[in-house]
Nanobody
Framework: QLSLVESGGGLVRAGDSLTVSCVAN????????MAWFRQAPGKEREFQAR????????TYADAVMGRFTIYRENAKNTVYLQMNSLRTEDTANYLC???????????????WSQGTRVTVSA
């Protein structure tokens, strides 16, 4: 079982960059695939990016392809989401998740962080 703790959210301007991180407390972090989701006010939770347990095969939602980068450091039990060229529509609560299944389906991820708020102003 993993406990996930995020950090790095905040208020930025459109065009800025921001990196959010997620530290896993528990054993065998390197056995889990990791993903980032976001949930904007009044909207459903959306998949953003995922990465395989060994750091390979990063996959992105179309809306963030080319702007966001997911990567992980297994030695630090940490996964990151680097966000460049931020837009006002990127404003949301960002959550990391972990699971054993390689999927974009949030229902298949058993472990979740509390979320960190990212606000992008015009």
């Amino acid at each position: 079982q993993l406990s996930l703790v995020e950090s790095g959210g905040g208020l930025v301007r459109a065009g800025d960059s921001l990196t959010v991180s997620c530290v896993a407390n528990g054993r065998s972090f390197n056995l889990y695939n990791m993903a980032w989701f976001r949930q904007a006010p009044g909207k459903e939770r959306e998949f953003q990016a995922r990465i395989f347990r060994d750091g390979s095969d990063p996959t992105y939602a179309d809306a963030v392809m080319g702007r966001f980068t997911i990567y992980r450091e297994n030695a630090k039990n940490t996964v990151y989401l680097q966000m460049n060229s931020l837009r006002t529509e990127d404003t949301a609560n960002y959550l990391c998740s972990s699971g054993s299944i390689w999927t974009e389906d949030e229902q298949r991820y058993p472990y979740w962080s509390q979320g960190t708020r990212v606000t992008v102003s015009a």
